[in-house]
């Protein structure tokens, strides 16, 4: 079959959740036995996100072949299971920068470079790079931003032309909020109205509308919206708020989104998506009526985006150990000696997250020596993995100025540094060390044991490595460097054996936990924080 084209915009405001519509409908099709991809086409000027402070733009992902993304991209692939690259995340910036390039080396042959034929046909040519490889029958995109931006705008254009080139190849889904007004008791249609009259004045008529709600919409109102807006009633679906994210591809099929998809795409619609794991795990996650606490140490703990992938993963882990998770957001900048017990006392587990920079750090090794001395289940991931090795080298091997030259250039004791490669690299964007590589976990390891092998492939986003100058002292005293790179050796693992469960790792386990393949590192910490919890 010719691939499909489905676009997915919003209106009115944003932070709608384009996102999780894009990656339940994505799941559904997968699940009709369709290979399905999803890309986010971003429109800030930013050649990536992987420069953006998380405050402004939430975490960073990562894909397996080493580009920083949007944090949506781990939204379609933890619903999807299957992993995205490079091609599915284009900023403007990108675009941009291709078509200078190709001006700079001559090939648009004396012509005025313009938005409109230039930029729109380099959008057109990156919407249909993943269905020109022949790997996929649908290709949903994205379009970030609300539309009527002006930043949108060349994009929006682009899905209009494309829907003319591609005919019943392509569909455009629109996704606007029905705001509910507590002082009228009413849910209020106006702001869809215009909206979708925005999207028409560009040339674009939706196929199918997507209402974000709190109260449910009822057939009448369902009605009133599909007359005004040019759509048939069975095409105005509802998106009302749910408990989880990952109820929304149920709530989605049971309104036949998927159906109405095939159909208006004109794919034959037969037999009902395969949603059986997908359902065990809800039910997993329903039934689960005991709860795990999981400390997470971190200096962006009041944003709710920026451990996003973290979240989701232990989520994930304490769903499939059969519990709810309790996550207890720790700020490292407010962590003392004096307050750590009664702040750490109450967890079952603790995760130091990743991060970059001196801030907040000190709350970091207090976290870690407090764990590590009440041996508490406490996970390192990237920064925090760094941290373990420097707190264990200040306290344990006597190291006192021990440290990352990230943090201090002229330790004494340099057990982080930066890495040989990163050392002659002064542009920041793309250069740090990205991307999934191999790791080889040392048998017997009790990192080994929760992968149940010893070759794994996780992705990385850091510029500083454990200096192997110090494993040795490391060894001899407790902490284990059980997972290195079989090429470059850099360590990627440590572990202290004799505690119940205190492991680091310079990857990022988080980017390839998925609903139906939670990461085993993450089942098997919160799986030890449940061990604890009980032994308490
Ligand atoms: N700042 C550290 C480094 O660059 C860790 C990065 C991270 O936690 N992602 O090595």
């Known amino acids: 079959m010719e691939p499909k084209y489905i676009f997915v915009t919003g209106g009115v405001v944003s932070s709608l959740g384009k996102g999780i519509i894009s990656a339940s409908l994505a799941s559904l099709l997968k699940a009709r036995g369709f290979r399905v991809t999803i890309q986010k086409f971003d429109p800030y000027i930013n050649i990536d996100p992987g420069t953006l402070n998380p405050y402004e733009h939430g975490e960073c992902y990562v894909t397996v072949d080493g580009h920083e993304a949007d944090l949506d991209l781990g939204h379609y692939e933890r619903f999807t299971n299957t992993q995205t690259t490079?091609?599915?995340?284009?900023?403007?910036?990108?675009?941009?920068?291709?078509?200078?390039?190709?001006?700079?080396?001559?090939d648009y042959l004396g012509k005025t470079v313009q938005i409109i034929p230039h930029i729109t046909d380099e959008i057109k040519r990156n919407v249909r790079l993943l269905g020109n490889t022949g790997n996929f029958d649908f290709i949903i995109t994205e379009i970030g931003g609300t539309v009527g931006d002006i930043e949108s705008l060349p994009f929006i254009e682009s899905v209009r032309q494309l829907r003319w080139e591609l005919g019943q190849n392509c569909i455009c889904i629109h996704l606007t909020y029905v705001p509910y007004i507590a002082a009228a008791k009413e849910l209020k249609t106006k702001p869809t109205q215009h909206s979708v009259k925005q999207l028409q004045e560009v040339g674009i008529q939706p196929d199918i509308l997507v209402l974000r709600t709190e109260k449910e919409i009822l057939p009448e109102m369902r009605r009133k919206i599909a007359q005004f807006c040019n759509v048939s009633p069975d095409a105005v679906i509802q998106s009302i708020d749910v408990p989880s994210i990952y109820e929304v591809p149920i709530k989605m099929h049971e309104q036949h989104l998927d159906e109405l998809v095939l159909r208006k795409c004109g794919v034959p619609v037969e037999g009902e998506p395969h949603m059986k794991p997908w359902m065990h795990f809800l039910e997993k996650m329903n039934r689960a009526t005991e709860t795990v606490t999981i400390g997470l140490v971190g200096k962006y703990v009041e944003l709710q985006d920026a451990y996003k992938s973290i979240n989701e993963a232990l989520f994930q882990a304490a769903t499939v150990n059969d519990h709810k998770l309790n996550l207890k957001f720790i700020h490292s900048e407010k962590l003392t000696e004096e307050n750590v017990e009664e702040t750490l006392r109450p967890m079952d587990g603790v995760v130091i997250a990743p991060g970059f920079g001196h801030r907040g750090i000190d709350g970091k090794f207090v976290a870690l020596k407090w764990c590590r001395e009440n041996d508490v289940p406490t996970f390192g991931i990237c920064l925090g993995m760094q941290c373990m090795v420097i707190e264990f080298a200040r306290n344990v091997l006597g190291m006192t100025d021990a440290n990352s030259t990230e943090m201090d250039t002229k330790t004494p004791y340099n057990v982080i540094d930066l890495m040989e490669a990163q050392k002659s690299i002064s542009n920041l964007g793309g250069t740090m060390r990205l991307g999934a590589f191999d790791c080889t976990l040392r048998p017997g390891s009790r990192a080994a044991e929760a992968y149940g092998k010893t070759e794994v492939s996780e992705r990385h986003r850091h510029r500083f490595e454990f200096n192997n100058e110090y494993r040795e002292r490391f060894e001899q005293a407790g902490m284990q460097c059980v997972g290195e790179n079989p090429t470059?050796?850099?360590?990627?693992?440590?572990?202290?054996?004799?505690?119940?469960?205190?492991?680091?790792?310079?990857?990022?386990?988080?980017?390839?936990?998925?609903?139906l393949s939670p990461n085993p590192i993450f089942v098997s910490f919160v799986k030890a924080a449940i061990e604890y919890q009980h032994s308490k």
Do not use: C, M
């Open 86 to 106: 490079r091609a599915n995340n284009i900023t403007t910036g990108r675009i941009y920068q291709n078509v200078i390039d190709k001006e700079r080396r001559g």
């Open 488 to 515: 470059t050796h850099l360590v990627e693992v440590v572990e202290l054996p004799d505690h119940r469960w205190f492991i680091g790792t310079q990857y990022h386990p988080e980017y390839s936990s998925t609903v």
